[in-house]
């Protein structure tokens, strides 16, 4: 949580690290360097909770001075231009995409670049006129954003209706093979394009993406919704305030039976981590300013009134598994009934507590907090014993009917996000619709999000990002890499060995 | 009522377009000397040990069904020969009626199939391995090596249609009006069938059906290569082939070599 003067040199000394990564590091510990006590009014025992590594704010900082996740209207862009930036309303592909070129660089966010750029596809298609031309256009575009936007956490959505821009837009990223933008099919399953949908399925195969997020389920939950950053659903002209998550993996070290996880342990860091939050939202509406000054608020393009608070787990299976230990029974998160219940029960005491809260700021959801299932970060050995959101750690995964049928039991816990990746070998190419069979399947078993890649893909899906598996290998040789993302996927996959995910055949 | 099942996948992805449920059965009629599911050939009373295959009754099966239904397209009986356990199937086909999944059986193509109303009607696709005409087993190639090529013999051919090509050709014709099948393989080897009319005239039959998936594979022993040099057929045979069937119009084929 806290920075130190110590941190600051190593950044300024550090060989393998950009001037833009290391500009934005500066920026991130110069927050850090204040007291929480003093500035939040943390109290002790919330100071130690992050000590002790249960609660866990990702480093998002201290001196809160922006939300976290931003989701601007790019329909008001379309519509109305923008004053601040001096952009006319565009007309033409070719104005609609250098407005937004323009727009992404004063968008905020966690990673200091846009974390949703928009659905793409329908922002474009009232402008496509010539398929061949607008096709280069579309590629040069998408490639700007992987090269300027050095970072995967940056996604794009698109939807499934049968346009002319959703296709030159796959046909696109399957040529580019970037990492960046991330992004994601909201596939509506009482209307989607057959064809659109087998070749995002094959482009997913080839180039890890895009990922497809339930639109039944998201659209049911906000009046209108876009996925950002790893798969976090969040409401348009919105997004997230913050997202602190507790490591359930470390929290159930504390407790010595089942009684007293759900009667003391559980319930108390619930409690701080509700406090955590509740003073980090206020810091940052009250204090910082942002909604005060923010060209993005006084031209419509985001509402305070549409931010949530995102209130993150990691480490269900440990936290299972651990229990049922405690408890002298066999079992494992994944493979047994008996822990899947055990799960569902952590998850609904959690959710019923978390919704009793009134939260700060958050008219949206009517003062309640939103479950997140956080896919993890390697901040610190603690990460080691909290496997992702609500998944089954890589290594003890059963077959995909069984995986398929257990994780559909936990996506309706987390509607500001969670998901699935799964990995398939190259004979899915011959018989996509043996792929479709089964994310249509799983999304009428009520998954919420889930992503596909392939075996020989050089492009893979760590937990919720993308990073190509040569940039990793450059990293671990200290060559100097460009995306900050590479170094998170190096180090989750040391940890939790994700580039060996079990391969469906 | 209980069939021998040798295994189960409940996902797969090559036995028909989409997700399927893929049952193999124990016990076949032939002993293809290129099978690659050869642990599926003896029959139950002669298979070694309770690890070669268990029986599931028509329940059980439904039960493993309705575990992944949400998952898959349908359900495909293969092994092993599933038109040995005709009543059985019909059975489980019945049983699957309303869970709206389809019913697929792969099958060596040996018995007849259109004349049993009660198969047909309960059977949604067919995949039909085309033997040619005798069980291509190993004896029986040595036991045929009567034509070098037996493309060459009219006589021969004449012959073939009245053993062989005249009754498969009335089943499929009825299959094919009734669009259930699915999909068509032919294993290329010299010395059992005339290679070059049997694909040509299935090729005719099937060329307006672009659905349908035709697949021409060359033969691959299981185990050493040498029991089987004679009847392994040339480069130069297969582009022939492929041309023939290109030429005739069959536009959804491969050919594996």
């Known amino acids: 949580m806290r920075a130190t003067l110590e941190d600051i040199k190593s950044v300024i000394e550090s060989d393998v690290l950009t001037y833009e990564q290391k500009h934005h590091i500066l920026a991130n510990l110069a927050e850090r360097m204040l007291d929480p006590e003093e500035l939040l009014g943390y109290t002790k025992e919330e100071i130690k909770a992050h000590e002790e590594g249960v609660i866990c704010d990702l480093n998002e900082g201290i001196g809160l001075y922006r939300p976290r996740y931003i989701l601007p209207d790019y329909n008001l862009l379309v519509k109305k231009g923008c004053k601040f930036l001096e952009i006319e309303k565009p007309n033409t592909l070719e104005e609609l995409i250098n407005a937004l070129m323009i727009f992404y660089k004063h968008v905020p966010s966690i990673t200091s670049f846009p974390v949703y750029i928009g659905e793409l596809d329908l922002l474009m298609e009232p402008f496509i006129t010539n398929l061949d031309k607008d096709f280069i256009l579309i590629k040069s575009f998408l490639n700007y954003i992987d090269k300027v936007i050095s970072d995967s956490f940056c996604h794009a959505n698109i939807s499934s209706k049968n346009t002319k821009a959703g296709k030159l837009i796959l046909k696109a990223i399957g040529e580019l093979n970037n990492p960046t933008p991330n992004i994601t099919m909201k596939l509506d399953l009482e209307n989607y394009d057959s064809d659109l949908l087998n070749t995002a399925l094959e482009t997913s195969l080839k180039v890890a993406k895009p990922s497809f997020a339930n639109d039944k389920i998201y659209s049911s939950e906000y009046d209108d919704y876009g996925i950002a950053s790893c798969y976090n659903g969040l409401p348009i002209a919105g997004g997230g305030y913050t997202l602190p998550r507790i490591r359930l993996g470390t929290l159930v070290k504390r407790a010595n039976s089942e009684k007293d996880f759900f009667e003391n342990i559980l319930p108390s860091y619930i409690d701080l981590m509700l406090s955590i939050m509740d003073k980090r939202i206020k810091y940052l509406v009250e204090e910082s300013n942002f909604f005060k000054s923010s060209f993005l608020v006084k031209e419509g393009f985001i509402s305070k009134d549409r931010f949530i608070g995102m209130f993150g787990l990691i480490g269900l299976s440990d936290c299972v598994n651990k229990l049922l230990e405690i408890k002298g029974i066999n079992g494992v998160f994944g493979k047994s009934e008996e822990a899947d219940d055990l799960a569902i029960k952590i998850l609904e005491f959690i959710k019923i507590r978390v919704d009793k809260h009134k939260g700060v700021y958050t008219p949206y959801t009517g003062g309640k907090y939103i479950l997140h299932g956080q896919v993890g970060a390697s901040l610190m050995d603690e990460d080691d014993f909290n496997t992702p959101a609500h998944r089954i750690s890589v290594g003890n995964e059963p077959e995909l009917p069984e995986h398929l049928n257990q994780a559909a039991k936990f996506h309706e816990f987390f509607p500001s996000g969670t998901g699935d990746v799964f990995r398939f070998d190259q004979t899915y190419f011959n018989n996509i619709n043996a792929l479709k069979d089964i994310l249509l399947g799983s999304f009428n078993k009520n998954f919420r999000y889930l992503s596909f890649y392939g075996a020989n893909s050089d492009l893979v899906r760590v937990t919720g990002y993308l990073v190509k598996r040569s940039e990793v290998e450059k990293l671990k040789n200290n060559e100097v890499v460009r995306r900050s993302t590479t170094a998170f996927g190096k180090g989750t996959n040391e940890r939790a060995r994700v580039f060996d995910r079990k391969e469906v055949k | 009522m209980k069939i021998p099942v040798h295994k189960i996948i409940p996902f797969s992805n090559v036995d028909g377009i989409g997700n399927r449920m893929a049952i193999f059965l124990q016990g076949c009629n032939y002993n293809c000397v290129y099978c690659h599911n050869p642990e599926t050939i003896k029959m139950p009373n002669k298979a070694k040990s309770c690890s070669d295959f268990r029986y599931y009754s028509i329940k059980d099966l439904i039960k493993e069904i309705d575990k992944v239904k949400a998952f898959i397209r349908g359900v495909t009986i293969s092994g092993g020969e599933p038109l040995l356990y005709e009543s059985e199937i019909i059975s489980l086909f019945r049983e699957m009626e309303s869970m709206n999944l389809t019913r697929y059986i ?62 498969k050709i009335e089943d499929l014709k009825i299959l094919l009006k009734l669009n259930k099948v699915k999909e068509i393989r032919i294993v290329l080897i010299n010395g059992i069938y005339p290679i070059k009319y049997l694909v040509k005239t299935i090729s005719n039959l099937i060329k307006e059906h672009s659905d349908i998936r035709f697949k021409l594979i060359r033969v691959h022993e299981r185990g050493s290569i040498n029991k089987i040099k004679n009847y392994v057929p040339s480069n130069a045979q297969l582009d022939d082939l492929e041309k023939l069937v290109r030429e005739i119009g069959v536009k959804n084929f491969e050919v594996t070599r």
Do not use: H
Request: charged content about 30%; overall charge negative; cysteine-free.
């Open chain 2, 106 to 167: 792969d099958t060596n193509f040996s018995k007849p199939i259109t004349k049993n109303k009660e198969l047909l009607n309960s059977t949604d696709g067919f995949l039909i391995d085309i033997k040619g005409y005798n069980n291509p087993d190993i004896n029986i190639l040595n036991a045929n090596k009567v034509y070098e090529n037996l493309d060459e013999s009219d006589e021969y051919k004449r012959m073939y249609d009245e053993i062989y090509l005249n009754d």
